[in-house]
């Protein structure tokens, strides 16, 4: 996995939150002979909100079970989006869910 610049990392969160990205591999500006492309699997966000954890779920919805609770500053891998952007796809380990967006920075 390749290291993303903010700039970079700042365009592939705009194109999540526009719900124009998807999970398939995503042109980026790249330098100069470069070839690699970058995907939205990529990108790694960070759990932060008041309340110091944030729920991984099997479903996309609140009702879903619980996988694990994740703490503040736990790094997860964004695999997609789902529920019309108001959950992410994600990977902590070897384990795969959906955290709600607005609990990921």
Do not use: C, F
Not at 71 to 100: F, Q, R
Request: proline share 7%; glycine share 10%; charged share 15%.
């Amino acid at each position: 996995m390749r290291l993303l610049t903010p700039l970079a990392i700042a365009a592939v969160l705009g194109l999540l939150a526009a719900g124009t990205a998807q999970a398939s591999p995503l042109p980026l500006p790249t330098p100069p002979g470069s070839s690699a492309l970058v995907t939205v699997a990529d990108v790694t966000m960070t759990v932060s909100n008041k309340e110091g954890y944030a729920n991984l779920r099997q479903q996309p919805t609140s009702h879903s079970q619980l996988i694990e609770k994740l703490n503040a500053g736990t790094k997860v891998t964004v695999l997609g989006k789902a529920a019309g952007g108001k959950w992410y796809h994600v990977k902590v380990g070897d384990k795969e869910g959906y955290i709600a967006r607005n609990l990921l920075k």
